[in-house]
């Protein structure tokens, strides 16, 4: 739809566009409020129905108890995917953030090659890197992405 946009704009027919897009979102609209009406009748009916078999009172509370129901089952619902969806981010912006240090890292070692200054910085990352791999090698502490064949392996030497 953006490009059909676009494209009228850059020939000349946006207002008839425009015109196409009003006409749709009334259309639309009109549909929406009478489905909507529809629904409403729907449920009157239903209640009148419930209301003759069990009592007007009885029936007013199995719509209500209904709703009520309905309505936490979708507050549960989406406060348990809203939190998938964070956690997902958080695990996004950390690989986005990691892909951003390590593009600068690559991108900076050309620059800070250029003096003998450069190198020895270049060598205290190095040494710094390998301190790190020896200590999480070391310390006894296991990766998250191991897999258990090689966990299985470490526990037989």
């Known amino acids: 739809m953006l490009g059909t946009l ?3 704009l850059a020939t ?3 207002r008839t566009i ?3 897009l009003k006409r749709a979102a009334v259309t639309y609209l009109i549909a929406a409020v009478l489905a909507f009406m529809g629904l409403v009748f729907l449920l009157i009916a239903a209640w009148i129905y419930l209301a003759r078999r069990v009592g007007p009172m009885e029936a007013s509370f199995w719509f209500a108890g209904a709703f009520l129901v309905m309505a ?3 507050v549960i619902v989406h406060r348990l995917t809203e939190a998938a969806r964070e956690r997902s981010a958080r695990r996004q912006r950390t690989r986005d ?3 951003v240090g390590a593009s600068t890292a690559v991108a900076a070692v050309p620059l800070l090659s250029r003096g003998k200054s450069g190198l020895g910085a270049i060598a205290v990352g190095v040494a710094i890197l390998g301190g790190y791999a020896a200590y999480s090698l070391w310390s006894g502490r ?3 992405n191991v897999s258990a064949f090689s966990r299985s392996r470490r526990r037989r030497r």
């Open 97 to 99: 953030l990691a892909a």
């Open 6 to 8: 676009l494209l009228g």
């Open 72 to 74: 936490v089952l979708i």
């Open 142 to 144: 296991e990766p998250r």
């Open 12 to 14: 000349g027919e946006a």
């Open 18 to 20: 425009m015109g196409r």
